[in-house]
């Protein structure tokens, strides 16, 4: 019964509050005004994130059937420690790594449904280079040094972060290419180049050749 007479006490003081709202605002004068505020803030923050998408989606490239994505040079500048050298599509980029090892991953934007059928071609856009230490105990106490972003988008605002999040549920997927474990040697020289299916280090001097070697 408690509860049975505190749902009544509070149906009452609920049909109380609705009575003097209505009497209070009945002629809804004001709802229109509320209505129409609301929904220019709502147009307004829909502007800035299709503004957002657009400035970061044009940062992307169309994935042909074979095409150089930019080429990558190592220096070293003291042991297990290099300087690489990204040339894009967007001009030059110079990063500190560390490590016995390189990565890199490149975020790929691929089209689906109606999209797809107008024509959008997929894009790509080069991601993060990483340094890897061969020896565990390093690898594990490495604080900084084996990561370099190539892509200054902070995720929250990252179009393929979204899309991945929304992965099966829009109109674009996100999808990523990556190249693992080539051996870091002084003066090495790389053209990357990506396909439809995949990103490949081709060796462009003898120092690459002889890194791709160990790889393979």
Do not use: C
Request: charged content about 20%.
């Amino acid at each position: 019964m408690q509860f049975l007479g505190l749902a009544l006490i509070a149906a009452v003081v609920a049909a109380l509050l609705v009575l003097l709202a209505l009497r209070q605002g009945w002629r809804m004068n004001w709802l229109g005004g509320w209505l129409r505020g609301n929904l220019l803030l709502a147009l307004l923050a829909l502007a800035a994130v299709v503004g957002l998408a657009a400035w970061d989606v044009q940062h992307f490239r169309v994935i042909e059937s074979k095409v150089t994505a930019g080429t990558l040079t190592f220096t070293q500048v003291a042991p297990q420690h290099y300087e690489a050298v990204i040339s894009g599509p967007e001009g030059e980029q110079k990063v500190s790594l560390a490590g016995d090892l390189w990565e890199i991953e490149v975020q790929v934007l691929r089209w689906q449904g109606l999209a797809s059928v107008i024509g959008l071609e997929d894009g790509y856009r080069l991601h993060r280079l990483l340094g890897r230490y061969l020896a565990l105990e390093q690898q594990r106490d490495a604080s900084s040094g084996l990561s370099a972003n190539l892509n200054p988008t902070p995720a929250w605002r990252d179009v393929w972060v979204w899309a991945d999040r929304l992965s099966g549920r829009s109109l674009v997927q996100a999808d990523a290419f990556e190249v693992r474990f080539v051996p870091l040697v002084d003066g090495a020289r790389f053209s990357l180049d990506i396909g439809p299916t995949g990103l490949t280090p081709e060796p462009l001097n003898a120092q690459a050749k002889a890194a791709m070697k160990r790889f393979q």
